[in-house]
């Protein structure tokens, strides 16, 4: 529901840490191709024979054309080039020691918390959510909480590339209800892992990230700047045309843990055909809940999965082309980065926004799942 002028809510800081290491179009194109041409004459005769299919090759031009996609930021690159491996080598650490997505989350975290002037004495409730975690407990976010100095709460949240928009609906709700002052909602997408990298398809679709956002009381908000959440909406509708099936129970159904099915994948043309309308009708209806009309939006922060889903959305919305001012694309160079795409719109592209002006950050993916914010320049 809108919210009341006596428990407004906003968004006073947001934080980006982005790894050091970029794979190419053309780096990626090269590695899966080696792997290609190889598996392609390893099987040569049940390839004759119709036994199996041929892998197909792929291009640059091909990935940017089915994606707008023309590099990605990886967590780690080792590995992941080599047509002999086919995925990241992240070395395990001991239990003692921080864990990776832990480690990605207190860079983003401690960039919010600085641009919106808070200490760990001012968090309540520490919000870890994202498409996957590293593990399944204790909850990353308890070990951010705890490498933060937090004192309060933590939990995990898993809404695929959902996840960033549904933790800020929780973290809001937290805050409108009085049981926390000041919420920390961080979103570090370690995809790399998850990626088939020997699929021609989905290969070059996913990088790594973390963002983070700070949600409080506005009567004790000091950042320079501020956004005041007018309301949030979300959708789940169940589909399997996006999965993952990683997980325990592989151990006990006797099957391959990291086969190709247990890594994500996608029959993309449903999901888009599907998608796109769900997003346009969810968007519509929340800005009719406020009385807005599409033109009264100055920023739309949306997902950033494919630029084809984004143009066409925002085109629907506009009813003409949408400009990068009005709405900022960022997968050129991070990719789909799951959950946090929308988020490193924002953190990019609105500081230039005048008190008033009106935004939406949206998300939308597996499930399916969208969520939306309502939000107004302070």
């Known amino acids: 529901m809108p919210n009341s002028a006596s428990t407004s809510v906003v968004i006073s800081g947001s934080g980006l840490w982005t790894p050091e290491y970029i794979v190419t179009n053309d780096e990626l194109v090269a590695a899966y191709n080696a792997w290609a041409g190889e598996y392609n004459t390893r099987h040569a005769a049940a390839i004759r024979a119709g036994e199996r299919e041929p892998k197909a090759m792929s291009s640059a031009e091909f990935i940017e054309k089915a994606s707008g996609i023309k590099q990605r930021h990886v967590y780690i690159k080792d590995g992941i080039l080599d047509p002999a491996r086919m995925r990241p080598r992240i070395p395990e650490r001991p239990e003692t020691a921080l864990s990776d997505?832990?480690?990605?989350?207190i860079h983003a975290a401690r960039e919010a918390m600085e641009t919106a002037g808070k200490t760990a004495a001012d968090i309540d409730a520490v919000i870890v959510s994202c498409a996957y975690t590293q593990r399944a407990y204790p909850a990353i976010a308890i070990e951010v909480q705890n490498a933060l100095g937090i004192d309060g709460f933590g939990f995990d949240m898993l809404v695929a590339c959902s996840a960033a928009t549904f933790s800020l609906h929780r973290a809001y709700e937290m805050v409108a209800a009085g049981t926390a002052r000041c919420v920390l909602t961080i979103n570090p997408e370690l995809t790399s892992p998850q990626i088939n990298y020997c699929d021609r398809d989905s290969h070059f679709i996913f990088g790594d990230v973390a963002t983070a956002t700070i949600i409080e009381?506005?009567?004790n908000c000091r950042a320079s700047h501020s956004y005041e959440i007018l309301s949030t909406r979300a959708k789940t509708k169940f589909?399997?045309?996006?999965?993952?099936?990683f997980g325990y129970v592989s151990r006990a159904s006797d099957v391959d843990p990291?086969?190709?099915?247990?890594?994500?994948h996608q029959n993309g043309r449903r999901v888009f055909k599907e998608v796109c309308p769900m997003a346009i009708s969810h968007l519509?209806?929340?800005?009719?809940r406020?009385?807005?009309?599409?033109?009264d939006i100055r920023r739309w922060w949306i997902h950033q999965a494919n630029l084809s889903m984004n143009l066409l959305i925002s085109g629907k919305l506009l009813g003409r082309k949408a400009t990068f001012d009005e709405v900022p694309v960022v997968l050129d160079r991070y990719a789909n980065t799951a959950s946090a795409g929308s988020l490193i719109a924002?953190?990019?592209y609105q500081q230039d926004l005048e008190p008033g002006d009106m935004g939406v950050i949206c998300s939308f993916g597996a499930g399916y799942s969208i969520g939306s914010l309502v939000v107004k320049k302070q």
Do not use: C, I, W
């Open 101 to 105: 997505q832990a480690e990605m989350a």
């Open 217 to 219: 009381r506005a009567d």
């Open 239 to 245: 589909s399997s045309n996006v999965r993952s099936n």
């Open 258 to 264: 990291f086969g190709p099915d247990k890594l994500f």
């Open 284 to 288: 519509q209806d929340h800005l009719a």
């Open 290 to 295: 406020h009385n807005l009309a599409t033109t």
């Open 346 to 348: 924002f953190y990019l």
